[in-house]
């Protein structure tokens, strides 16, 4: 087991390496398809919000909930299939990228602003150094 893996994820990590080894399809799944099919799902999640308005995507109906758990069980099962072909820790990642976030995004300077992290003023007046567009690097 993973160091931060809780039981119920890396029980659901065996149960997808079993499944797979019981159809042989590891050889299909190389890391790029794996974040390809990620990808593919999290765009079938995101379909059924699609020309939603806000609050009718807060508020969706028991048949289309039913179809967005799938989906989301579809990207969890691939996302999990990948930390295991690349020996990544998914919760570690997260817990990782977390601290990143807090740090890059402290809760005094954002609270209630959904601004990118170079986009607050207070940042810019310190001369947060940005990269120059991509064409003149
Ligand atoms: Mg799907």
Redesign the pocket.
């Known amino acids: 087991m993973k160091k931060y893996m809780p039981r119920e994820l890396a029980g659901l990590a065996a149960k997808i390496r079993r499944f797979n080894r019981h159809r042989d399809w590891d050889k299909y799944h190389a890391p790029k398809n794996l974040a390809m099919g990620v990808m ?2 999290a765009a ?2 995101a379909e059924h919000f699609l020309w939603q308005e806000t609050a009718e995507s807060r508020r969706p109906d028991a048949r289309a909930r039913a179809a967005i758990r ?2 989301v069980g ?1 990207v969890l099962i691939l996302l999990l299939n990948l930390c295991d072909k690349l020996d990544i820790d998914p919760v570690a990642a997260a817990l990782n990228k977390l601290e990143h976030n807090r740090r890059k995004y402290p809760a005094a300077l954002v609270r209630g602003k959904a601004l990118k992290y170079d986009q607050y003023p207070e940042r810019a007046a310190r001369g947060t150094k940005r990269r120059p567009p991509l064409s003149v690097r």
């Open positions: 593919i799902e079938e999640l799938d989906e579809d």
